[in-house]
């Protein structure tokens, strides 16, 4: 069975935009964890970035305690990081590289370029018994790298996928890249996640792709939360404000 990891960073992302430095605001992430594993969701998904720009610490504590699938902690390779990891034990944790200026994490990590650090992290991650996953382009070569590092699972980024997915010929190549991917992960004894930008339009696109164990999912999810949910938020609404009386 394919698994969905729920990426529930955007519900805090609409919390920030109207609440940032208080303590707390709506929507909330813990909520949004109950409801979502409720509706069967196999994990939840979090990036306490180093900007904090969508998930706080508080939330990231507050989440800890009310996963009861398993919790995948995507993270920056960073000694902040790492130490936070270690401390709040997620069942998962998922390494991405960091950007200050990119909106959302946009290209994999360049795991052959720096073998030791993520090697040491995967070790130290490990050894306190949390599952590692690297997040990587399609690339046989950071798939190589992968495997050197010991960690038992990358997670295939499929942005390039969802970006070609209009075209014909570049969704056929991008799907072609990442099943060759998987194939290769597989033959190392590495187990496949993916995940970024797949949505409802282009999920089941990656059916053509073998071996794969759970897709991370966020934005489209709570976008699409948004607009099945605006209709019944406005009514509410108005049932609260029927009733005035002008005088
Ligand atoms: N997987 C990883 C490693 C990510 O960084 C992200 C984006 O935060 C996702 C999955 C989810 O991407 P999207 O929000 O486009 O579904």
Redesign the pocket.
Known sequence: MLKL?V?I??VATVREARYRGQTQGEPCPVEAVRITETAGAHGI?A?LREDRRHIQDRDIWAIREAVTTRLNF?MANTAEMIDIATRLKPEAV?L?PENRAEV??EGGLNVAGQIDAITATAQALGQAGIEVSL?IDPDPEQIEATARTGSPFI?L???AF?EAYDDKAGRAAEIERLAKAAEQAKALGIGV???????YENVRALFAVPHLNEL???????SRAITVGLGQATGEMLEQMAGYDAG
């Open positions: 990891g990426n960073d955007h998904t990036h995507e998922c991405v959302t994490t997040f997670e980024h499929t942005g969802a996640n993916a995940g970024h930008g797949i949505n991370n999912i966020g934005h489209s999810i709570v």
